[in-house]
C-alpha cells in the first residue's frame, strides 16, 4: 500500500480535488468515493484515490454549456454540448501534481464515475457510467473527460427514466484510484442476492482484474459462505488465466493477458475465500445494512476496492428467515376485501384475548400459555390491507391441547383450509426424557379432566353468556350523551365484561369441530356412508337457529306488501326518506319492521367490520328485498321445509337400520349427533350476540369519532376508523405517542386506497422474513377452464337452472329460482336466501354460516368451490349434486357478468 502524502496547498483549482485523507461524506463526492470517504481512518484495506468534484466540470465548460446542460433530458440534446470537452488547464495542472504526490512516476490509475445517486441503497446505476483501469498518468485527465461524458450518455438518460428519476442526470464526481495489478479480484455480497438468505455471504472470483465478471462478460467461481465462515457450496467456472499486466497493453481495458489460457481450477483457495466473506461483512457492520463490494487480492494482500448497498432487498424475501404461511379461506367470510386499521386492531386484540382464555378453560399451564404468547398476538395478520390466518400460529395453539393429530384434520376443515400443512412446517418432536413424558401425561390429563367438565358445563356457560351480553347491552346509557372519555370508559367495560370473557362461543365452537369431525367419521366407520353425505342430511332441520329468523319476518313482511300496492312500489323503487311515511301509515307493517331493526339491526355487509353500514344507517337493503318478494309473492317455503324434514327422517332411518342389532355403537352414534346438532345450532345462535357485541363496539368508536372531529383532532368523523384502537384510547387518555391524528389519517388513507387498487394477494401464500418484503407467491393454483368443479357438499338436493353472480348483495336482483353464486355468504345475505334455488360458494366449510343456514333452510349447497365467481357468469345454466359437491356447466348466458 502507497504511503499516505501530506496534503497540497489549494491552488491552481485544487479546490474541486478531495484527497482521500481530506475527504468526508458531507462532500459532493457521488456514490463510490462517498461510501470510501465514510470508511475514514478505519482500518479498510482502501488503495489511495483521490476524487474530482463536480465544480472541476463547472471550470471546464462554458457559461452557455452549463445552462444547457442543466435543463437537457435527451441525450440529444447533450451530444453537440460534449464532443471537444477538456479539462480546464488549472484543474488539470492541480490533478497532476496531486497525482504525482500520491503515487509517484510510473503508477497506473483506475478512472471510475461518481456520480450523486450512484450506488445509492436505491438504485445502482451498474454498467450505465463508464470506468478505465491501468490508465497511465498523463492520460488521466483525458480519461476523466470521458467519464463526464458517459454521466450524459444514451444509457444514463434511458436508466433514469425507467426508474422515475428526474430528467436531468448532472455531473459525476470522477473517482482516481491507485489501480491494484490483481492476481485474483471479484465481488462479493454479504447476503445472498438471488434467494435473499441472510445468513450466507456469496463470493465470485476470477483471475486478473474483476470488470469482466461484474460486466458480466465473464464466468467465475462462486462460493456461499455461512456465517460461521465455512464454505456451504461452491461452483467451479471455467475461466481465462490473466497474468499479471503488461506495460505493452494497451490501457482502458478491464486487464490483458500476455499469456492467457482456460483453466478449471479455484481461483481462491478456502482460507481466502473466508477472507473476503469476512471483509464484507465488515462492510456490511460498519455501513448498517447488506452490502456489494469489488475486491481484489495481489501479491496475498486483499483490498477492498469499493463498497455499495445491495439494491434488491426491497423486493428479496429472506429464504433462511421464518416461515409464514396465510390463508383466508374462511375467515374472508367475516372479514371480506380490504379492512380498515381499527377493525383489524381490534380483531387482532379480541383474537389474542379470546384464546388466551380458551388455553386457561383447558387447564394449559401458564409458562406453555406465555410460551406462545407470540403465537397468540399473531394469530391474523394484515397483508394489502386484507386479513388472513397465520396458519402455523393456529396450529402451535391447537399442538396443546390433547389428541391434536386427531383433530387437526378437523381444525383444518372448520377455518377452511384447502391444503393441510406440511410436517416440515410444524418441525420435528424431540426426543424426552421419561419424567418430561410423564409430566407430559399428567398435563394432557389435567386438559382432558378440564375438557369434559367444561363439555357438560357447556349449557349453563352459554345461559351465563347470555345473561352477560343483555347486562352489558341493555342497561348500558346512550352513547350519544357521553363525552369522549365516557366513551373509552364504556370501551373498557364492554372489554373486561365480555371481550376478554368469551368463554361460552369459544367452548362450544371447539365442541362444534369436535363432534363434526366424530360424527363424520362414525357415518362412514359404522354406516358405510363412504359418499361423505349422510352427516350432511342428519343436521338438516335441526331447529331453533335465530338466524333463519329474518328470512321469515321477510316473508312475512312481504306478505304484507303485496296487500298494498303502494307499499310495495315504494320499497321496490322509491329512496328511503319517500318510504318511511308509507311504513309509518301502516300499522302492522311498520311493527313488524321496527322490531325487525330492534333485534337485527346490526346485521349487514361485512358485519364484523367496524367501518360498516349497519340496517340501523341504512335499511334500503332490507326494504328492497322485502319489495322484491311481495312482487314475486314469495311466500313461507313450506315444500323446502318439507324437504329438508323428511331428508332428516331418511337419514335417521338408515342409521337406526344400520345400527339395529348394535345398541352401545346406536346410543354412542346418537350421543355424538345430539351434541354435534347442540353445538352447531348454539354457534350459529351465538353469532348473533357476537354481532351485538361488534354493534356496540362501532357505536362507540363511531361517537368517539364524532366527538374527536368536534375538537378539530379529524377532519370527519369516521376518519377513526384509519387510527388503531390503541391510538384512539391513547389520545384520550394522554398516552400516544402520535397526537397529529390528521397526517396519520391521511398517510393511512393513500395506502389503502391504493390497495383497492392492487390485486388482492392469493388465497393461501408462504412468506420467509420479514412480512412485507415478499411477493405473496400463491401455493395453490386455481384453474377457470373446463365445465366441471368440485367442491364441500353441504346439503343434499339436484338442482339445475340459471346462475346470478353476486358480488354485493345491496344491489342484487335475484329471480325466484335462480341459483345464487357468491364468493362468501354472511349473515346478511339471508335476505337473498328465499329467492335461491340453490347455494354455490367459493369459500367456506361444512360449518361456516353459509353451509349451516343451507342445511336448515334445506336449500341445496356447495361451498368451497375454487374460482367459482370467476368460472361462472350470469346466465350460464348449471347442474349440481348438493350431495356429491359436483357442479356441470350445461351452457353460457346470454348476460355476462
Not at 451498474?126 to 476523466?144: D, H, I, K, T, W
Not at 465462515?229 to 471455467?238: F, K, Q
Not at 394477494?761 to 422474513?769: A, C, K, L, N, Q
Request: charged residues 25%; proline residues 4%.
Amino acid at each position: 500500500m502507497t504511503a499516505i502524502p501530506k496534503p497540497l496547498a489549494d491552488e491552481h483549482g485544487s479546490s474541486c480535488i478531495i484527497r482521500f485523507d481530506q475527504a468526508t461524506p458531507a462532500q459532493p463526492l457521488g456514490g463510490k468515493a462517498g461510501a470510501l470517504a465514510a470508511l475514514g481512518d478505519t482500518d479498510f484495506p482502501v488503495p489511495p484515490w483521490i476524487v474530482l468534484a463536480p465544480d472541476a466540470f463547472d471550470r471546464s465548460v462554458t457559461e452557455a454549456q452549463r445552462e444547457a446542460l442543466a435543463i437537457a433530458t435527451t441525450y440529444d440534446d447533450v451530444t453537440a454540448l460534449l464532443d471537444n470537452l477538456m479539462m480546464a488547464p488549472d484543474v488539470k495542472s492541480a490533478l497532476m501534481s496531486e497525482l504525482h504526490t500520491l503515487a509517484g512516476d510510473g503508477q497506473r490509475f483506475a478512472v471510475r464515475s461518481s456520480a450523486a445517486d450512484e450506488d445509492s441503497a436505491q438504485h445502482s446505476f451498474a454498467g450505465q457510467l463508464e470506468s478505465y483501469l491501468f490508465v497511465s498518468l498523463e492520460n488521466v485527465p483525458c480519461r476523466v473527460a470521458d467519464v463526464w461524458r458517459s454521466g450524459f450518455g444514451e444509457r444514463v438518460f434511458a436508466y433514469r427514466k425507467e426508474h422515475g428519476l428526474s430528467p436531468s442526470p448532472g455531473v459525476p464526481a470522477v473517482l482516481i484510484q491507485i489501480m491494484v495489478d490483481a492476481d485474483v479480484s471479484g465481488v462479493a455480497f454479504s447476503i445472498d442476492p438471488v434467494s435473499g438468505d441472510r445468513g450466507i455471504a456469496v463470493v465470485g472470483s476470477v483471475f486478473g482484474v474483476g470488470t469482466a465478471l461484474v460486466s458480466g462478460d465473464a464466468d467465475a467461481d462462486t462460493h456461499r459462505v455461512d456465517c460461521h465462515g465455512a464454505v456451504v457450496s461452491c461452483e467451479l467456472a471455467t475461466k481465462t488465466i490473466e497474468h499479471r499486466f503488461s506495460s505493452s497493453a494497451r490501457e482502458g481495458v478491464a486487464a490483458v493477458a500476455v499469456d492467457a489460457g482456460r483453466t478449471e481450477q479455484w481461483a481462491l483457495s478456502d482460507t481466502e475465500v473466508a477472507s473476503v466473506a469476512r471483509l464484507v461483512r465488515k462492510a456490511e457492520t460498519f455501513f448498517g445494512r447488506p452490502q456489494d463490494i469489488e475486491w481484489a487480492m495481489a501479491s496475498g494482500e486483499l483490498y477492498l476496492l469499493q463498497s455499495r448497498p445491495i439494491t434488491s432487498l426491497a423486493i428479496t424475501a429472506d429464504v433462511g428467515g421464518a416461515l409464514n404461511i396465510w390463508d383466508n379461506s374462511n375467515i374472508a367470510e367475516s372479514y371480506r376485501g380490504v379492512t380498515t386499521p381499527l377493525t383489524f386492531s381490534f380483531a387482532r386484540n379480541a383474537y389474542e384475548g379470546v384464546y388466551t382464555q380458551l388455553c386457561r378453560i383447558f387447564a394449559i399451564p401458564e409458562a406453555r400459555i406465555d410460551d406462545n404468547r407470540a403465537a397468540l398476538k399473531n394469530m391474523i395478520g394484515l397483508i394489502r390491507g386484507r386479513v388472513y390466518y397465520n396458519v402455523l400460529n393456529w396450529y402451535r395453539l391447537l399442538a396443546q391441547t390433547p389428541g391434536y393429530r386427531t383433530n387437526a384434520t378437523f381444525f383444518e376443515q372448520m377455518i377452511g383450509l384447502q391444503e393441510p400443512i406440511p410436517e416440515e412446517a410444524l418441525g420435528t418432536a424431540t426426543k424426552r426424557s421419561l419424567p418430561s413424558r410423564l409430566a407430559e401425561c399428567f398435563r394432557l390429563l389435567r386438559t382432558s379432566i378440564s375438557i369434559v367438565v367444561n363439555l357438560f358445563t357447556l349449557d349453563f356457560k352459554i345461559r351465563r353468556f347470555y345473561g352477560r351480553v343483555e347486562a352489558a347491552l341493555t342497561t348500558r346509557p346512550d352513547l350519544a350523551t357521553l363525552r369522549a372519555n365516557e366513551l373509552v370508559g364504556e370501551y373498557r367495560l364492554l372489554e373486561s365484561r365480555l371481550i376478554t370473557r368469551w368463554d361460552a362461543p369459544l367452548i362450544n365452537d371447539f365442541f362444534a369441530m369436535s363432534f363434526y369431525g366424530i360424527l363424520c367419521k362414525l357415518c362412514v366407520k359404522w354406516c358405510g356412508d363412504e359418499a361423505g353425505t349422510l352427516q350432511n342430511n342428519l343436521l338438516c332441520a335441526t331447529g331453533g337457529m335465530v338466524s333463519t329468523e329474518p328470512a321469515e319476518r321477510l316473508q312475512t313482511m312481504a306478505q304484507i306488501a303485496a296487500g298494498n300496492k303502494d307499499l310495495a312500489r315504494a320499497l321496490r323503487e322509491a329512496e328511503f326518506r319517500e318510504i318511511t311515511p308509507q311504513i309509518e301509515a301502516d300499522e302492522e307493517f311498520h311493527r313488524l319492521y321496527q322490531s325487525y331493526l330492534e333485534e337485527f339491526g346490526d346485521r349487514c355487509i361485512n358485519e364484523l367490520k367496524l367501518e360498516s353500514h349497519t340496517l340501523h344507517d341504512d335499511p334500503t337493503m332490507l326494504l328492497r328485498a322485502i319489495g322484491a318478494l311481495a312482487a314475486q309473492n314469495i311466500g313461507p317455503a313450506t315444500d323446502t321445509g318439507n324437504n329438508r324434514c323428511a331428508l332428516r327422517a331418511e337419514a335417521e332411518e338408515c342409521v337406526r337400520h344400520t345400527l339395529a342389532s348394535q345398541t352401545l355403537k346406536r346410543w354412542t352414534f346418537e350421543w355424538v349427533l345430539g351434541n354435534a346438532r347442540d353445538t352447531i345450532r348454539n354457534r350459529e345462535n351465538l353469532r348473533l350476540e357476537r354481532t351485538r357485541v361488534f354493534g356496540r363496539v362501532r357505536r362507540i368508536f363511531v361517537e368517539l369519532g364524532k366527538r374527536l372531529s368536534n375538537i378539530d383532532a379529524l377532519a370527519d368523523p369516521r376518519d377513526v376508523f384509519y387510527l388503531h384502537t390503541r391510538e384512539v384510547l391513547d389520545f384520550v387518555e394522554g398516552t400516544a405517542v402520535t397526537t397529529d391524528l390528521r397526517k396519520l389519517i391521511s398517510l393511512r388513507k393513500e395506502e389503502f386506497a391504493e390497495y383497492e387498487r392492487q390485486d388482492p394477494p392469493p388465497d393461501r401464500f408462504e412468506t420467509r422474513g420479514v412480512v412485507y418484503r415478499n411477493c405473496f407467491d400463491a401455493t395453490l393454483g386455481t384453474n377457470d377452464g373446463g365445465d366441471t368443479r368440485t367442491g364441500i357438499g353441504c346439503c343434499p338436493g339436484q338442482v339445475s337452472g340459471a346462475v346470478r353472480v353476486v358480488t354485493d348483495p345491496r344491489t342484487a336482483m335475484l329471480q325466484q329460482g335462480d341459483i345464487l353464486v357468491a364468493e362468501c355468504t354472511d349473515p346478511s345475505w339471508i335476505m337473498l336466501f328465499p329467492f335461491a334455488s340453490g347455494l354455490l360458494v367459493e369459500r367456506g366449510n361444512l360449518l361456516s354460516h353459509s353451509a349451516i343456514m343451507a342445511r336448515e333452510m334445506g336449500i341445496p349447497t356447495i361451498v368451497s368451490i375454487s374460482g367459482v365467481t370467476r368460472w361462472l357468469s350470469n346466465g350460464d345454466t348449471v347442474e349440481f349434486d348438493g350431495a356429491s359437491g359436483i357442479v356441470r356447466r350445461t351452457g353460457g348466458g346470454e348476460e355476462k357478468a
